[in-house]
């Protein structure tokens, strides 16, 4: 299970050709949480012993992460039943590379697990995909917090703690990875952690309860205030990785766009409530199922347009800010999209998107949308994983062919989406 196998296979076909073929109809069974898996995977440093962690998406960031662990002597593999199994033995070498950590912006999460398990770190600063300017020092305050001291130069954090307290932090912002990286290293700190302004996400409080299982006390994850009594030693757990929302939320968006109906098999709309509520605004009709979520539209009757600001959870995702910009572009009226979370280049997918007939035009961090109904298909290039995935599901509304380059973003998130895609009716391939 190494990054470079799987990559090295996909980047040879780095296109993602499409071409409307009607209304969608049939099933898609949600992949695991990319962002909670990555997560559980770095856990797994905290404590010696076998894990077995199902439900783990078959995507190139998983792949990083292995390829990461590996180096640092822990053992990863995928076993014919779909379960990843993890064996993290005596030996473990607490240093990140920058050749792994410079692929993926998540990496820098084994920095809190390293620290605690080991009282020391050396982690490369991470990389990922170009939103602008995204600091760690909430991260590295929170840590210094508990004890710890961090030396930054020419590109690496150096951590040392002999023991890390549990103590009261209050984070200037929801940070989703600092709350990860504090929690994971809070379980093994003496005495009590209060996280105040924690992130809410599902992801957090997935993360949580394997932690739990492995025999730490963590309460209230999903919400704003986690309590941490930390715990001398962790033990092995085995744990099932929840749905992915926002793989769920591209097929959703791709029902809005190209019309039809859809299952979508493990979705939890208690995770998607205010996407939910966004899309039924614009008239997508969704419905909660036994096992997922149903979405249908008629063609006959168009979506209307609405305003969309991205906020921490449970408000609106900046995930889901490409997806829903491409909705608008093919829904009636105006819409106004705020960038309420990340500068740069979080915008970036706008101009592929005009070069499709799109009518947008940015505004310092808005975006205002003014429908056009349907697009044309053109050569595009996908800037990063939720954005390239907003050009694909474009091109369901396209007249045309639309070719959309750099599927190698995709591949970091999405677990076969091209095949998923053409199992509810759609005309895409990779080439």
Known sequence: MVAHRLASILTAVDRFVVRPAGELSGRVVVQGAKNSALKLMAATLLAEGEYALRNVPRI???????????????????????????????????????????????????????????????????????FGSRPIDFHLHGLEALGASIDVSHGIIEARADLLRGTRIVLDFPSVGATENLLLAAVLAKGTTVLDNAAREPEIADLAAFLNRMGAGVEGAGTSTIVIDGVEELHPADHDVIPDRLEAATYLV??????????????????????????????????????????????????????VATLPYPGVATDYKPLLVTLLAVSEGVGLVTENLFGGNRYAYVAELVRMGADITIAEHHAIVRGVGRLSGAPVKAPDIRAGAALVVAGLAADGETVVSGAHHLDRGYEDMAAKLVGIGADVHRS
């Open 254 to 307: 791709a029902v809005g766009v190209a019309g039809g109906e859809v299952t979508l098999e493990g979705a939890r709309p208690d995770h998607m409530d205010m996407l939910l509520h966004k899309l039924s605004e614009m008239g997508l009709q969704v419905s909660t199922t036994s096992d997922g979520i149903w979405a249908g539209r008629s063609l006959a009757h168009p979506l209307q347009a609405t305003d």
């Open 60 to 130: 190139t960031d998983v792949e990083t992460m292995a390829e990461l662990l590996v180096s640092m002597g822990v053992g990863v593999a995928r076993g014919p039943d779909g379960v990843v199994r993890v064996h993290r033995g005596a030996d473990c070498n607490p240093e990140a590379r920058y050749e792994l950590v410079e692929r993926m912006r998540a990496s820098i999460v084994v920095l809190g697990p390293l620290l605690a398990r080991f009282g020391r770190a050396c982690v490369a600063m991470p990389g990922g995909d170009d």
